[in-house]
């Protein structure tokens, strides 16, 4: 998975999950950093949502366990 596929999948999840619209929760989730493998064995990418606190609240829930799932993710 690629850091766009896991961004649209975080979106995707967000919307049936809280409602709103596509263009607000790519906006509050931001960019999706991948950081190298070598360092980060266990999760390779973060994000630094902002938005409401609602809205940052949603968003680190739904990390939680995507972290769990999808630990490792490839640039693009």
Do not use: F
């Amino acid at each position: 998975m690629t850091a766009s596929q896991l961004q649209d999948l975080l979106v995707k999840q967000l919307m049936r999950k809280a409602g709103g619209s596509q263009r607000r929760w790519r906006a509050v989730i931001g960019p999706i950093k991948v950081h190298d493998a070598a360092t980060h064995a266990h999760c390779n990418w973060s994000v630094a949502p902002s938005g409401t606190s609602r809205e940052i609240g949603e968003v680190e829930r739904l990390l939680d366990t995507v972290r769990l799932e999808r630990p490792i993710v490839a640039a693009g």
